[in-house]
């Protein structure tokens, strides 16, 4: 009865013809967008919101109307908004101006008070009626709160925390001992004629752990092999016949010779014999080759070239402009860590760009034309050990006085010929990729790619690639853990094993030319597990500009659960890899974690252009208890899932904007243009940085469309940086630099190097325009972003 009696009493008071000045709020009424996502947080805005305005008519009956804009702004000003839990779109939590969650306020509590009303006054029981309305509406507000926040998490506990927990329960699964065995499980393959049985072996154990629609992607290519005897060295004067590793040539070693003497060898190189003089051209940069042409007729002669400092490719061009006919190429022991005995090993190189040489940036399908390109270069190129080199000089054993080490050299008024026989067959074979998709649960079109690669006939690097293949297959493992319990991530994650890495990156590149349409438009990122394990004294880690700041997070984060940290290594460089493709002709933002030797990273750069043969006891020898190779897994793991599964991408737009600045500082001429064009470029970047904050204070702003279309941005935002003018094996992504100790653009240094021996400086004046446009298009592009955001703002508004 008593509550038949107090709403008796209310339903009079509302017939008394005063207008309710409260109005529900639903899905229908909410700004567009945000229905899909009303869940029971909202029910409890609603019922605080109900609760206010029931006060607020039993205290001003007069109140006609409630204003909606003033309903949001104090909606915003009491954060109320953060009870949206937008699952499918959890901000990122990067200090420099990704989105950033707003936190409700704990212990929220509303006081209410009466005042007497102001016109038309009730008797003595209508006052009792109201009273008891007031009291048992206040009573049921509190209820519907406490159930509903009771079953509704607060933002302030979700969203990042919760990925979090997710994250570590995914990666705690994974352990060094799993991967120990599937190391070893794969180097009991090694002996393989070809990849095909890996490539089975990997395919089966991939759809075993569950991931989905494994499949092998074929290719018939062009390989360029080793001929059925070992390439040979002789010297002229006394007739001696070295084998690359310095062995004598004898009929016995001929007939025996290891798979380590046969391939010793530069794929696609020229093959044929040559006898000249050896000239000692060093690292063969432009500076040593302008000091040997003014002493030296170069015509067909063959250089001594060190290997480092500068890309292969580019080097050997040199040679070739300089009218050098051959190249006996190696590594100086000075420029290894004092650990790596290699004077005596042998090495492969290719001179191979990328892909399949027969199909020149398109994809080797069935029907594609096939050009007759058994060799990519003039020259006769070998590969020769250390040890060959000092025997060929003349050079003393012991190099190392006083604890420093002296570099190969042959003295200049001395002169050596040699005849040079380089021997290889190139043949039509099938190369084999495995890839293997985990389709995204909100954005299925948005990939994000993890490659590893897999042994290909006698592959260089020994058994590395059985670590890069472990690793992999212990990722996914962890994850279809996971998956099998109900989770996806937001994107695809797309995990492939190449085939053909160590002849030119043919796999990746050839399925990227295939499909690249498709990937242009929708590959995020690309993490790459490319030899992981080189060392074991320091985590190296290369990454994109745009995701330097993550990766610098994630290895700040490593390095704090463990006893000795050394300072943080992140940088820009160009890497050995099938990376190739996706950084240069995508414009693809990339990471890859690697340990490395310090005295490796102190020492001159692309010396991992060279393979050798090593044996997996090498392997297990740097990381006996695979604790780096879990490291490895675990910190690439993060990354993967934080880029697959955060509702916006966690790159750094401001830092693309900063790495162009720093990289046009220093003593350059001609650059003032740049810097202009630049400082435009950083206020750009510094306004969509901070327009990436509008979504987390504004509630119209989490619609999905808006967070795809800053997505979309985001992801696109290196390939502004993709030129076509540049020398051989240079990177076209410009943000790349060849080593650590040059932070300027490398185009801009090599033409720079390049005109000092010229009278004119065109060469300078292209790379500056190559330069020049990249940061323009850039600039353009940020700022064509900020205009569609404001477009879409001024449409709602």
């Given at each position: 009865?008593?509550?038949?009696?107090?709403?008796?009493?209310?339903?009079?008071?509302?017939?008394?013809?005063?207008?309710?000045?409260?109005?529900?709020?639903?899905?229908?009424?909410?700004?567009?967008?945000?229905?899909?996502?009303?869940?029971?947080?909202?029910?409890?805005?609603?019922?605080?919101?109900?609760?206010?305005?029931?006060?607020?008519?039993?205290?001003?009956?007069?109140?006609?109307?409630f204003r909606l804009d003033s309903a949001e702004n104090q909606n915003l000003e009491n954060s109320e908004t953060a009870d949206l839990n937008l699952d499918s779109i959890q901000p990122a939590t990067s200090p420099k101006g990704r989105f950033q969650r707003l936190q409700e306020e704990s212990d929220y509590v509303a006081h209410y008070t009466r005042s007497a009303p102001k016109s038309n006054p009730c008797n003595f029981?209508?006052?009792?009626?109201?009273?008891?309305?007031?009291?048992?509406?206040?009573?049921?507000?509190?209820?519907?709160?406490?159930?509903?926040?009771?079953?509704?998490?607060?933002?302030?506990?979700?969203?990042?925390?919760?990925?979090?927990?997710?994250?570590?329960?995914?990666?705690?699964?994974?352990?060094?001992?799993?991967?120990?065995?599937?190391?070893?499980?794969?180097?009991?393959?090694?002996?393989?004629?070809?990849?095909?049985?890996?490539?089975?072996?990997?395919?089966?154990?991939?759809?075993?752990?569950?991931?989905?629609?494994?499949?092998?992607?074929?290719?018939?290519?062009?390989?360029?092999?080793?001929?059925?005897?070992?390439?040979?060295?002789?010297?002229?004067?006394?007739?001696?016949?070295?084998?690359?590793?310095?062995?004598?040539?004898?009929?016995?070693?001929?007939?025996?010779?290891?798979?380590?003497?046969?391939?010793?060898?530069?794929?696609?190189?020229?093959?044929?014999?040559?006898?000249?003089?050896?000239?000692?051209?060093?690292?063969?940069?432009?500076?040593?080759?302008?000091?040997?042409?003014?002493?030296?007729?170069?015509?067909?002669?063959?250089?001594?070239?060190?290997?480092?400092?500068?890309?292969?490719?580019?080097?050997?061009?040199?040679?070739?402009?300089?009218?050098?006919?051959?190249?006996?190429?190696?590594?100086?022991?000075?420029?290894?860590?004092?650990?790596?005995?290699?004077?005596?090993?042998?090495?492969?190189?290719?001179?191979?760009?990328?892909?399949?040489?027969?199909?020149?940036?398109?994809?080797?399908?069935?029907?594609?034309?096939?050009?007759?390109?058994?060799?990519?270069?003039?020259?006769?190129?070998?590969?020769?050990?250390?040890?060959?080199?000092?025997?060929?000089?003349?050079?003393?054993?012991?190099?190392?006085?006083?604890?420093?080490?002296?570099?190969?050299?042959?003295?200049?008024?001395?002169?050596?010929?040699?005849?040079?026989?380089?021997?290889?067959?190139?043949?039509?074979?099938?190369?084999?990729?495995?890839?293997?998709?985990?389709?995204?649960?909100?954005?299925?079109?948005?990939?994000?790619?993890v490659g590893s690669h897999h042994h290909t006939a006698h592959s260089y690097n020994g058994q590395e690639w059985a670590s890069s293949t472990a690793i992999i297959t212990a990722f996914i493992q962890a994850l279809m853990l996971r998956v099998k319990r109900g989770w996806r991530p937001d994107r695809t994650i797309v995990f492939c094993s190449w085939g053909g890495t160590a002849f030119g990156n043919i796999g990746s590149y050839e399925w990227g030319?295939?499909?690249?349409?498709?990937?242009?438009?929708?590959?995020?990122?690309?993490?790459?597990?490319?030899?992981?394990?080189?060392?074991?004294?320091?985590?190296?880690?290369?990454?994109?500009?745009?995701?330097?700041?993550?990766?610098?997070?994630?290895?700040?984060?490593?390095?704090?659960?463990?006893?000795?940290?050394?300072?943080?290594?992140?940088?820009?460089?160009?890497?050995?890899?099938?990376?190739?493709?996706?950084?240069?002709?995508?414009?693809?933002?990339?990471?890859?974690?690697?340990?490395?030797?310090?005295?490796?990273?102190?020492?001159?750069?692309?010396?991992?252009?060279?393979?050798?043969?090593?044996?997996?006891?090498?392997?297990?020898?740097?990381?006996?208890?695979?604790?780096?190779?879990?490291?490895?897994?675990?910190?690439?793991?993060?990354?993967?899932?934080?880029?697959?599964?955060?509702?916006?991408?966690?790159?750094?737009?401001?830092?693309?904007?900063?790495?162009?600045?720093?990289?046009?500082?220093?003593?350059?001429?001609?650059?003032?243009?740049?810097?202009?064009?630049?400082?435009?470029?950083?206020?750009?970047?510094?306004?969509?940085?901070?327009?990436?904050?509008?979504?987390?204070?504004?509630?119209?702003?989490?619609?999905?469309?808006?967070?795809?279309?800053?997505?979309?941005?985001?992801?696109?935002?290196?390939?502004?940086?993709?030129?076509?003018?540049?020398?051989?094996?240079?990177?076209?992504?410009?943000?790349?630099?060849?080593?650590?100790?040059?932070?300027?653009?490398?185009?801009?240094?090599?033409?720079?190097?390049?005109?000092?021996?010229?009278?004119?400086?065109?060469?300078?004046?292209?790379?500056?325009?190559?330069?020049?446009?990249?940061?323009?298009?850039?600039?353009?592009?940020?700022?064509?972003?900020?205009?569609?955001?404001?477009?879409?703002?001024?449409?709602?508004?």
């Amino acid at each position: 009865m008593l509550l038949l009696s107090v709403f008796d009493c209310t339903w009079d008071l509302i017939c008394r013809g005063k207008k309710m000045a409260y109005q529900k709020v639903n899905a229908d009424q909410r700004a567009p967008g945000h229905s899909q996502y009303l869940d029971n947080d909202d029910l409890q805005a609603t019922a605080l919101d109900l609760e206010w305005d029931m006060e607020k008519e039993l205290e001003e009956p007069g109140f006609d109307q409630f204003r909606l804009d003033s309903a949001e702004n104090q909606n915003l000003e009491n954060s109320e908004t953060a009870d949206l839990n937008l699952d499918s779109i959890q901000p990122a939590t990067s200090p420099k101006g990704r989105f950033q969650r707003l936190q409700e306020e704990s212990d929220y509590v509303a006081h209410y008070t009466r005042s007497a009303p102001k016109s038309n006054p009730c008797n003595f029981c209508c006052l009792s009626k109201m009273l008891c309305t007031a009291i048992i509406l206040f009573i049921f507000g509190i209820l519907i709160g406490y159930y509903a926040r009771k079953n509704c998490p607060s933002n302030a506990s979700s969203s990042g925390t919760l990925d979090l927990q997710l994250y570590q329960e995914i990666l705690k699964t994974i352990q060094a001992e799993d991967i120990k065995n599937s190391f070893r499980s794969f180097v009991q393959l090694y002996k393989s004629e070809d990849d095909t049985e890996i490539s089975k072996k990997i395919k089966t154990q991939w759809t075993s752990l569950g991931l989905e629609d494994v499949q092998f992607v074929n290719y018939s290519v062009l390989l360029n092999l080793p001929g059925p005897s070992p390439s040979s060295v002789t010297l002229s004067s006394s007739g001696q016949c070295f084998h690359p590793n310095g062995q004598p040539c004898s009929e016995e070693a001929r007939k025996h010779s290891s798979q380590d003497l046969i391939y010793s060898y530069a794929a696609y190189s020229a093959k044929g014999a040559l006898e000249a003089e050896v000239i000692d051209v060093s690292y063969g940069n432009a500076d040593d080759l302008k000091r040997i042409k003014k002493m030296k007729n170069t015509t067909n002669q063959i250089a001594f070239l060190k290997l480092g400092k500068l890309p292969l490719l580019y080097k050997l061009s040199l040679l070739e402009k300089a009218g050098f006919g051959g190249v006996l190429l190696y590594i100086d022991p000075c420029d290894l860590p004092k650990t790596a005995n290699l004077s005596h090993d042998t090495f492969m190189v290719s001179l191979n760009p990328g892909g399949d040489p027969s199909t020149p940036g398109y994809p080797s399908v069935d029907g594609s034309f096939r050009q007759n390109r058994s060799n990519l270069t003039s020259l006769l190129v070998q590969p020769i050990s250390a040890s060959l080199v000092a025997k060929l000089m003349s050079s003393p054993k012991d190099r190392t006085k006083n604890g420093v080490c002296s570099p190969l050299e042959l003295p200049n008024n001395e002169e050596r010929m040699v005849n040079l026989q380089v021997q290889t067959v190139t043949k039509f074979k099938t190369v084999t990729n495995v890839v293997g998709y985990l389709k995204g649960l909100t954005s299925p079109d948005r990939y994000v790619i993890v490659g590893s690669h897999h042994h290909t006939a006698h592959s260089y690097n020994g058994q590395e690639w059985a670590s890069s293949t472990a690793i992999i297959t212990a990722f996914i493992q962890a994850l279809m853990l996971r998956v099998k319990r109900g989770w996806r991530p937001d994107r695809t994650i797309v995990f492939c094993s190449w085939g053909g890495t160590a002849f030119g990156n043919i796999g990746s590149y050839e399925w990227g030319e295939e499909f690249k349409k498709v990937l242009q438009r929708n590959v995020v990122a690309y993490v790459s597990l490319h030899s992981p394990i080189r060392g074991n004294a320091s985590l190296y880690s290369v990454a994109s500009p745009s995701l330097q700041q993550l990766v610098a997070e994630k290895n700040n984060f490593n390095c704090s659960r463990r006893s000795q940290c050394p300072e943080t290594n992140v940088s820009s460089v160009q890497i050995q890899g099938d990376a190739d493709y996706f950084i240069n002709h995508l414009g693809v933002p990339t990471v890859q974690f690697a340990y490395e030797d310090i005295k490796a990273l102190e020492g001159p750069s692309f010396l991992s252009e060279a393979l050798f043969l090593k044996h997996a006891t090498k392997i297990e020898e740097m990381d006996p208890f695979f604790n780096l190779h879990e490291t490895i897994t675990k910190l690439s793991g993060e990354v993967i899932l934080q880029i697959a599964n955060e509702p916006v991408l966690p790159f750094n737009a401001l830092d693309i904007a900063l790495e162009v600045q720093n990289n046009l500082k220093g003593d350059q001429p001609n650059t003032h243009q740049l810097l202009a064009l630049a400082s435009r470029l950083r206020e750009s970047a510094e306004l969509f940085q901070s327009d990436e904050m509008r979504p987390a204070n504004d509630p119209k702003e989490r619609a999905p469309i808006r967070v795809r279309m800053l997505n979309d941005i985001l992801q696109d935002m290196e390939k502004s940086f993709l030129v076509q003018r540049l020398p051989p094996g240079f990177y076209r992504n410009i943000l790349y630099h060849l080593d650590e100790k040059k932070s300027q653009f490398s185009i801009l240094l090599e033409a720079s190097e390049h005109c000092k021996s010229l009278p004119s400086n065109e060469t300078l004046q292209e790379a500056l325009s190559e330069v020049l446009n990249s940061i323009n298009s850039a600039q353009v592009y940020f700022k064509a972003g900020l205009d569609v955001f404001e477009s879409v703002l001024v449409g709602k508004n």
